[in-house]
């Protein structure tokens, strides 16, 4: 079977030099391939356009990577490599794609950023993140006090820009005031879910796909469905305020964490949104975080008095 891969290999570098000799031949042919190679760039550029800053943005950079592999193990002649990577592509990858959620994750999951974060990232970003999931975290105490159902997605490196489109577009900074108004019932935004996007609220009243395993509680409601189901079709983590029980709830890669407090939602956010995702070895300190957090609650406490 190697064999016949290198007999293959070989025949198409043949082809290739038979083809080129053709067009040097006869200029008609050198027409229609400049136009072959137009119409080509043109539709790429259009698939690009569409695909770009959506889920399937990842799932196409990895499938490109491991055509790259693919191209790099034959010309490098490692023949064993090339031919089951050739046979993956030709007889799975479909199927993959299409029928297997969760190793469709994983081409998205190799397609995203992960790979440039090994030559550092910005402290001051960091610190930012961190005082965000304070934000969100009171916000979700709040509405989970008065027992204001809520839904707070936050995006990780799968971006989710179909699920933004459903929505309302906002770009606002992060605030607690914000998030508890968006929810309050009656308003006209409070309905569905807000995303979070690269330190700002991107959008809120946005759709979100259901979740409708069978292993699920029945108990559950629309929002917990919800907040499985994003966290299974992408990485991103969702947050969820019961208004039955007033309790707060995580979802994150298809599981759910029921009834956390306030300090154990910061942890797990800190956790899976830097710690995890950045790579960071130290937490920072304490104190200053601490200052953040007592800040974020006078503000919030004083807005709230004033009204």
């Not at 910005?122 to 204001?148: G, M, P, Q, R």
């Not at 459903?166 to 308003?187: C, H, R, W, Y």
């Not at 899976?272 to 960071?280: A, H, P, Q, V």
Request: glycine fraction near 4%; charge should be positive; hydrophobic fraction near 45%.
């Amino acid at each position: 079977m190697i064999e016949s891969n290198i007999n293959i290999n070989n025949n198409f570098w043949i082809n290739m030099e038979n083809y080129i000799q053709t067009l040097q031949d006869n200029p008609f042919n050198l027409i229609m391939f400049i136009l072959d190679i137009a119409i080509v760039i043109l539709v790429l550029i259009k698939v690009f356009k569409i695909v770009k800053e959506s889920r399937a943005w990842q799932l196409l950079k990895g499938i490109l990577l491991l055509i790259v592999i693919v191209a790099l193990s034959s010309i490098c002649h490692l023949y064993i490599l090339n031919y089951i990577l050739t046979s993956l592509m030709t007889y799975g990858l479909v199927f993959v794609v299409l029928f297997q959620p969760e190793l469709r994750r994983v081409l998205e999951q190799l397609g995203s950023n992960k790979i440039a974060r090994f030559f550092g990232f910005d402290k001051d970003f960091t610190t930012k993140t961190k005082e965000d999931i304070y934000k969100v975290a009171i916000a979700a105490s709040e509405l989970a006090k008065d027992k204001i159902g809520a839904l707070i997605v936050i995006e990780r490196d799968i971006k989710i820009k179909d699920i933004i489109s459903t929505g309302i577009k906002m770009d606002a900074e992060i605030s607690p005031q914000l998030l508890v108004n968006i929810f309050t019932p009656k308003t006209p935004l409070h309905d569905g879910a807000v995303v979070i996007s690269g330190g700002r609220i991107t959008a809120s009243a946005c759709m979100l796909p259901l979740a409708n395993d069978n292993d699920i509680a029945r108990e559950l409601g629309t929002r917990h469905r919800a907040g499985i189901g994003i966290s299974k079709e992408s990485d991103a983590i969702a947050v969820i305020v019961s208004e039955e029980t007033g309790k707060i709830s995580i979802a994150k890669d298809g599981t759910l964490i029921a009834d956390v407090k306030e300090d154990t939602l910061k942890k797990i956010l800190i956790k899976n949104i830097i710690t995890k995702r950045l790579n960071e070895t130290k937490v920072g300190k304490k104190e200053n975080l601490k200052k953040v957090k007592e800040d974020i609650k006078k503000k919030f406490r004083k807005n709230t008095d004033e009204k």
